[in-house]
C-alpha cells in the first residue's frame, strides 16, 4: 500500500495564518483518476502524528504533518510555511489545482498509551502542526485526565491557529508565551518562551505529567525533555515529533536515518529514551 507513486489531490481551499504560513485544505480525487476505494480507505486509517509527501508536479516533493487527518471523504489538512522552492510553489497555486500526496507515514502519537491520563501537549512555532490532531482529538473523546498547552510564538505576527487555540482556552487551559516580550496583557499571554513558564505551569499539575508530547525546533524539544526528565518526569512519558530531510519516506534511500534509525518509518514521533542521535 506504500506505493511511491503519488494518488491525485485537489487543493480545496487555504487561508493564510500567522507569517508565511498558510492552512491548506485536500481532497483525495477518486477513480477514475486515481485513488481506488482501497486506497481511500488506507488514508482514513491516518493516526494522529503522521505525515504525508505533497507532490508539486515537475517542481518535487516535501513531507508534511496532517493537522486534520483524512476524513470519510478523502478530506484533509496542514499547515505549511513558506520555505523553499515546493513550499514556495503551494503559496502560488489557486482552488482546484490538482497534486500528488503519497501517504500516510511513519508512528503517529502513542494515542492508546495517552487514554485518561494528565497530558501535556507544548509546541513552538509551526510545530504545533503535529500537535492539532492530537489535542482535538482528546478532546473530542474527553479521555483525559488533564490535559494542558503551551504555545510559543517568536512575535504576535508569528503566531498560528489562532482560532484553535481561542477553542481550545474555552476548554482546557492553553498558555501562549511571546518570545519578543510584547504580550496583550491578556492573563494566558506570557513574555518569553515555553521554558520559561514551564515551571510554573508544572505546579498546576498535582502530581507529574503523565504523558509529554513536544513538537517545535529541536533545541526547544531537547531542552525542554532535559528539564523534565531533571523534574521527575520519566523519559519514558516524553515523546517528541521530529523533522529531517526526507526523499522516500519508505525507509529505503537513507535520507532520514538517525544512527540505528529512520526518521521517516521508525519515527516522526520518538519517545525520549528511544530517540537515536540526541
Ligand atoms: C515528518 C515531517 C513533518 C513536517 N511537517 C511540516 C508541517 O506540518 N508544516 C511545515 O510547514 N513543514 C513541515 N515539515 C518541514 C517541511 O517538510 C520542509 O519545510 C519542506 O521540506 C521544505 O520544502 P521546500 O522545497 O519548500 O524547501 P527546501 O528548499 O527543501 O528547504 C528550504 C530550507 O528548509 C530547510 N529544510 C527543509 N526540510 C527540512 C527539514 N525536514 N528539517 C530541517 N530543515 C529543513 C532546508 O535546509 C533549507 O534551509 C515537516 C517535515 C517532516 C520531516
Ligand atoms: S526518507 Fe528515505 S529512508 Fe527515510
Avoid at 513558564?197 to 503523565?210: K, Q, R
Wanted: proline letters at 6%; aromatic letters at 10%.
Amino acid at each position: 500500500m506504500h506505493s511511491l507513486t503519488p494518488l491525485p489531490a485537489e487543493l480545496v481551499d487555504f487561508y493564510d495564518d500567522g507569517e508565511h504560513t498558510r492552512h491548506f485544505h485536500f481532497r483525495l480525487l477518486e477513480e477514475p483518476l486515481g485513488t481506488s476505494r482501497e486506497h481511500l480507505s488506507h488514508w482514513q486509517q491516518t493516526q494522529t502524528g503522521q505525515f504525508f509527501m505533497l507532490t508539486v508536479p515537475s517542481l518535487g516533493e516535501a513531507p508534511f504533518s496532517f493537522t486534520e487527518v483524512p476524513d470519510e471523504n478523502g478530506h484533509f489538512r496542514a499547515l505549511i510555511r513558506r520555505m523553499g522552492a515546493v513550499t514556495s510553489a503551494l503559496f502560488e497555486l489557486e482552488a482546484g489545482q490538482v497534486l500528488g500526496v503519497r501517504g500516510p507515514f511513519g508512528i503517529g502519537w502513542p494515542m492508546d498509551e495517552i487514554s485518561n491520563k494528565r497530558v501535556l501537549a507544548i509546541g513552538g512555532g509551526c510545530g504545533l502542526a503535529p500537535l492539532v490532531s492530537a489535542v482535538d482529538q482528546l478532546i473530542e473523546r474527553q479521555n483525559y485526565t488533564q490535559l494542558t498547552l503551551v504555545y510559543g510564538a517568536r512575535t504576535r505576527q508569528a503566531q498560528m491557529l489562532n482560532p484553535e487555540r481561542e477553542r481550545w482556552q474555552h476548554i482546557i487551559p492553553v498558555y501562549n508565551t511571546i518570545e519578543d516580550g510584547l504580550t496583550n496583557g491578556r492573563d494566558n499571554e506570557y513574555p518569553g518562551t515555553p521554558s520559561d513558564i514551564l515551571p510554573s505551569v508544572l505546579d498546576t499539575f498535582g502530581e507529574l505529567p503523565e504523558v509529554v508530547l513536544l513538537a517545535g525546533p529541536e533545541a526547544m524539544m531537547y531542552s525542554i525533555a532535559e528539564y523534565l526528565v531533571a523534574y521527575g518526569v520519566s523519559a519514558q512519558a516524553i515523546y517528541l515529533s521530529i523533522e529531517r530531510r526526507m526523499h522516500c519516506a519508505v525507509g529505503t534511500c537513507g535520507h532520514c536515518y538517525m544512527d540505528s534509525q529512520y526518521a521517516c518509518t521508525d519515527g516522526p514521533t520518538f519517545r525520549w529514551d528511544q530517540l537515536p542521535s540526541k
